[in-house]
DNA sequence: TTAACTGTTGATAC
DNA sequence: AGTATCAACAGTTA
């Protein structure tokens, strides 16, 4: 479920531990979650960490890069063996011993230290690649929406010919960078924006509301850890995050609107194929 | 038991 | 160019 916070926060994390590591090994206990040769980056040093939408760059020493891509399960875990064992399942105490049975991916130091990449369901993937080949994956993107480049304006314009429900044009990449259904249901209803709406029927009024949202949400959500349901999200210390109890809407089908004074209920409905939490009393 | 569901995105056909 | 549909995979829930 990782989506802009959840990535951005792991981002965060791994720049602060891994930059200046060396690499002693890669092991690619599943084949299919990796692309390129592993043996190309061995030796080389991590440069820095660093994002674009949900993709995360690993930037080397050598000509090639690492660039992952969690997908809906992936997981990247930090562990230093030489202190606590990291990769802790949120609902227990006890820590989870790693690899596990979804690490798809070891990423040995020399210093002894490793980034596990887990992945339940293998739509994950981590990759060599250089710099040309990044940014041409990176350009496929539209800008994130916590950048100066995301504004009322842009949107407006490329939303021009999309008579899509507004909430399936925030779905889509080359549009908006970094947002997934969660976050998106949850701006659609800070922004009191019906999620049905066809895009380019939105008033340059509402895509000032629908720009605020988003950044605003993205923004809380990082603050809080991100949103982590059944484990599926853990950080690079394997913690899970606390946005989720602070959801307005997503996942809260039948309860009680929590606008005030709103008596309504919270819907959910689908929109091509993803479900779509929303009140159809605050939301038009 | 089976079907439907789940955080993402890319390919394909119209 | 934009839209609808399906697919990748593995697990959980109705």
Request: charged letters at 30%; hydrophobic letters at 35%.
């Amino acid at each position: 479920m990782p989506e802009l916070p959840e990535v951005e926060i792991v981002r965060q994390r791994l720049d602060q531990v891994l930059v200046g590591k060396e690499i002693s090994e890669v092991k690619v206990l599943r084949q299919k979650s990796f692309q390129g040769e592993a043996s190309r980056i061995k030796g080389t040093r991590i440069e820095s960490v660093e994002r674009r939408a949900k993709l995360i760059r690993l930037r080397l020493t050598g000509p090639d890069d690492l660039l992952v891509h969690l997908k809906m399960t992936g997981q990247l875990i930090f562990v230093d063996g030489s202190k606590k064992v990291g990769g802790g399942h949120p609902t227990d105490d006890w820590c989870e011993q790693l690899p596990g049975d979804h690490t798809r991916i070891i990423v040995k130091f020399v210093d002894q230290t490793q980034l596990f990449f887990n992945d339940l369901r293998v739509f994950g993937w981590i990759k060599v690649a250089d710099d040309q080949a990044i940014r041409q994956e990176f350009d496929k993107y539209g800008p994130d929406v916590n950048t100066a480049d995301f504004t009322p304006e842009y949107l407006h314009k490329k939303l021009a010919r999309r008579t899509i429900p507004i909430k399936q044009a925030l779905l889509i990449g080359s549009i908006v960078g970094g947002i997934g259904n969660i976050y998106a249901s949850e701006a659609l209803f800070e922004a009191r924006i019906d999620p049905r709406q066809p895009a380019n029927e939105l008033s340059l009024q509402e895509l000032e509301r629908l720009v605020k949202a988003l950044k605003q949400v993205i923004k809380q959500a990082i603050k809080s850890g991100g949103t982590t349901f059944d484990g599926s999200y853990l950080n690079a210390d394997g913690q899970a995050g606390n946005y989720q109890e602070k959801l307005k809407v997503y996942g809260r089908e039948g309860e009680s609107c929590p606008s005030s004074d709103c008596q309504a209920q919270v819907e959910k409905i689908k929109i091509s194929g993803r479900s779509t939490f929303f009140c159809s009393s605050c939301q038009e």
